[in-house]
């Protein structure tokens, strides 16, 4: 965040929010898509959120702005940071930008936040709790009047397979047979769609903060890529990076849930049961759900894997990619065979 952009978002919180003695006090990890950063006032702390400097595209803002009318929305219902102020004047800093409570919690990856707490134990309370808070989630329901700016929910999966089924098969990076043996798969095999409802889209236990005192969720972070669609989605995504049952050594993306790979942990199928308890909906599906999440996933970072190919960017996670993809079409198999 460049010195000018720091003094101007500091001008707007004094100015519009009335806080005194604003202070830019540094980024935040976590997030891939967008850009956060923490701020500080006499009056409190703040979380600011907006695009990457080198998203230019018009419709670039959508995913930040979706985000601040879904925190507006599950306030009250969902833990998650209250939403403070939204600005659309670029004028400000080149880019809208949302204002939000911060949350003095823990991201968890590989590590637990407290030394003190037995690792199992700990790692169990905090499944079986990002399974009640997502459940919390899904209780906002279809039809309702702020879900109908989200999207709309019919044939939302098909939808799903459709776009991205063209959109391999148009910018084809490698040869991937089983991406689209899989696509066909989910196409013929799809289930009748529960009640449709809120849904945040890319929900496991690296998008939450988790309190440093005791083993539980504090608030659910990074809600742009929330809709209205099949809330068993949600949960296959959670529970497709928990635990060891993976189809291959590494497993894709093995830092994201990593406490849960050891010994002792409860299962995918008791997690999936903590939220059909709390929801009163049906987990008979969630074999085609969980394939249905990794092959998604699968399909759609193939594409980062391809400006690596093409020498666009250079990371280690597009590096990575070029294993991460076909682990993810293994777990999808797997999954379509009934072995979750």
Known sequence: MSTASQDAVCRWLQENLHWSNVQFLGPLSGGNSNLTWHFSSAEQSCVVRTTPDEAISPNSARGIERESKVLKLVEGIVKAPKLIAWCDDTEVMGRPFLVQEWINGSSVTATLPNADWDPVEATNALGEDMMRQLADVHSIVWPHEALSSLGRPDNFVSR???RWLAVRKEHAVRELPLLFELGAWLQDNRPDTERPALIHGDYHLDNTLVSTETPEIKAIID???ATVGDPA?????????WGDKRACVPPAFSHLQAISRRSGVVDRR??????????GRSTDAMGYYIALAAWRLAAIIEGAYGLYVEGKVNTSYAAGLEHDVPALLAEAEQAAAGNW
Do not use: I, N, R
């Open 223 to 225: 809600w742009e890529l």
């Open 233 to 241: 989605m949600d949960v296959a995504l959670a529970l497709l990076f």
């Open 270 to 279: 008791h997690l999936a049961g903590v939220w059909s308890s709390e929801t």
């Open 160 to 162: 799903q397979l459709e």
